[in-house]
């Protein structure tokens, strides 16, 4: 299934994915269009559902840590999960 | 109170002694120094001097003092004592006597100053979760409210909360920068904003050290997974602390401007949360800094604010578009739960498998249909329709060629003349043939063999022409046709066998 997943959903964020598949499923529910078009939203919806089930599935925390450079340009460096020992700063 | 002075002397003019005296006469608010110049106090009972009645009819009515139960005198004093605002929230500092915990958990202590004292209770609720413990000979200040416990008959304080004393200054200060904030108002509901949803990206400020970072992000590992979280370390702690964590809100703020600057949306955090564990009030004095409160109010970003335990209260939270009771509690807040978000799209799942059905099955009731529409559509009937359709092609085909015979029919006329002539010759010619014919089949008829000497023999009984000896047997009567006349006989039967 994954592999198969239209390139423009595999992209789309949790929310993209969950909002359009609500849509796609009221669309469906309201019905009266051709069964093309029906098959294809719900294999639309099948694509969907499986881009927000992997990302419930997967997700990984992503911590970063806010860190202001010379210029006063602030960089977010990334932090491992295990990384739980921080010196402490105030910036 | 002072008014309420007996209208008679006291019968005898006996003085009673100083301690007897009622507490409300030495305070009369008319200035007036006390009994040793005032009238002579009202009689009142008092556990050793005797009960002195006034006479009816010497004190009119209205003067009378009425005979009261003790549960009476009771209510009257416990409904003054909680009528009077001042003794419902009072902040009281002073020296912890004895300390006594039952074993339900409640602590029993007496606070003293020079004096007086005043009997305290603190629930175990409240208890458990102060960071600090009354000990006798300790000074302290103790917050609550006044009541009376009218089994006893004793009036005493009801603590929610008890801190070292030196804390009486933060304590003033917390309400007078409190009424002025909220004067300004910088803490009303209607400035409050709703949080983002499901945000994408959160940002955290606390301490980079101790147990609130780790709690708050093992919550959102948990709960939410999917989030991104942007941490802004700041101290939380003394002198330092207020100026630390305006800087962190203000970095936090900032990132976000950046990452919408960068075109990156994607990173910018939408709701932040300010956390600190718990303490004292002096530990968390910080968060009650008018300079951190009006960091928060001018945060862009939604914040919760999650300082101390449930019973700690400051300014910050105040401030903040929720409170939560702990560090963990906002994190909580912010984030859905990964289960319910699941269960969610397991709905949305169902739905769509549903619809999914409910398509094709109606599909195929239609195909269905236009199937037995179609088996139901015999040939016959199609052909009945199609002679139909034929009929009326033929109808309009039969009116246009009538139409053009009668354009056509002048030339037709003449035609016709012009072929009679031709027609009655043949027919002339015909005639003249058939006539020949006809002189040919009588040379060749019957008549013609008889005139030339042969017979033509018939059974009698059926008329039918013998050709064979054997068809008239011995008996038969025969009739025999001859070139002219007829001739009767009798067969004798055949002559020899055929």
């Known amino acids: ?91 | 109170m002072s008014h309420r002075e007996p209208p008679s002397a006291s019968p005898g003019g006996d003085e009673p002694p100083d301690w007897a005296l009622p507490a409300w006469d030495s305070l009369s608010d008319d200035g007036s120094p006390g009994p040793a110049t005032g009238p002579p106090p009202a009689p009142v009972a008092t556990p050793s001097a005797p009960v002195v009645r006034p006479r009816a009819g010497v004190i009119p009515d209205e003067f009378r003092p009425s005979i009261l139960g003790v549960t009476e005198v009771t209510h009257v004093v416990r409904d003054a004592v909680r009528t009077d605002q001042r003794l419902r929230d009072v902040w009281v500092e002073g020296e912890v006597g004895r300390v006594t915990i039952s074993s339900a958990g409640h602590a029993y202590f007496t606070l003293k100053d020079e004096r007086s004292q005043l009997s305290c209770i603190w629930f175990r609720d409240d208890r458990l979760v102060s960071p600090f413990e009354p000990r006798t000979g300790l000074r302290v200040v103790a917050h609550g409210r006044i009541d009376v416990f009218e089994q006893q008959g004793v009036y005493q304080l009801y603590v929610t909360a008890v801190q070292p004393a030196g804390f009486g200054d933060l304590a003033l200060r917390f309400e007078e920068l409190k009424a002025r904030l909220a004067a300004e108002g910088l803490f009303e509901a209607a400035r409050k904003r709703p949080l983002p949803h499901r945000p994408a990206v959160i940002a955290v400020a606390t301490s980079a050290s101790g147990a609130v970072w780790h709690d708050i992000r093992h919550v959102l590992e948990r709960r939410w997974p999917l989030a991104q979280v942007v941490f802004a370390a700041c101290q939380v702690q003394g002198e330092p602390a207020p100026a630390s964590i305006v800087a962190a809100l203000d970095r936090i703020a900032r990132y976000a401007d950046q990452c919408l600057a960068e075109g990156r949306p994607a990173n910018a955090p939408v709701v932040t949360i300010l956390a600190r564990g718990g303490g004292s009030l002096e530990d968390l004095w910080s968060f009650n800094d008018e300079r951190v409160v009006r960091a928060i109010v001018g945060h862009p970003l939604p914040l919760v604010c999650g300082v101390g335990h449930e019973t700690d209260v400051t300014l910050a939270d105040f401030a903040a578009d929720v409170r939560a009771p702990t560090p963990s509690a906002a994190a909580e807040i912010v984030v859905p739960d990964r289960v319910e978000v699941a269960a969610l799209l397991a709905a949305e799942a169902r739905r769509l498998t549903g619809v999914a059905q409910r398509t094709v099955a109606a599909a195929r009731r239609e195909l269905g249909g236009e199937r037995r529409a179609l088996d139901q559509l015999r040939p016959a009937d199609r052909l009945a329709q199609a002679r139909e359709r034929a009929g009326v092609l033929l109808d309009r085909a039969t009116r246009t060629v009538l139409d053009r015979l009668g354009l056509a029919g002048t030339a037709e006329q003449r035609a016709e003349a012009r072929l009679r002539p031709v027609v009655t010759l043949r027919l002339g010619t015909a005639h003249a043939t058939l006539d020949s014919s006809v002189a040919a089949l009588a040379v060749l008829g019957p008549q013609a063999t008889l005139d030339r000497g042969y017979a033509i023999v018939r059974r009698s009984e059926d008329g039918r022409i013998l050709r064979r000896a054997d068809e008239a047997q011995a008996g038969a009567g025969l009739k025999i046709r001859l070139a002219a006349g007829e001739l009767g006989a009798i067969s004798q039967g055949p002559l020899e066998p055929g």
């Not at chain 1, 029906?38 to 419930?56: M, W």
């Not at chain 1, 997700?59 to 806010?66: D, F, I, K, S, T």
């Open chain 1, 1 to 91: 299934m994954t592999t198969q997943m239209p390139p423009d959903i595999a992209n789309l964020t949790f929310d993209e994915a969950l909002a359009e598949l609500q849509r796609t499923v009221a669309e469906l529910e309201a019905g009266g269009g051709p069964l093309e078009a029906s098959i294809a939203g719900y294999e639309r919806g099948v694509a969907l559902h499986e881009r927000c089930a992997v990302l419930l599935a997967d997700a990984e925390l992503r911590v970063r840590r806010l860190v202001e450079r010379a210029g006063g340009a602030l960089e977010a460096v990334e932090l491992r999960a295990d990384d739980e020992a921080l010196p402490d700063g105030s910036g």
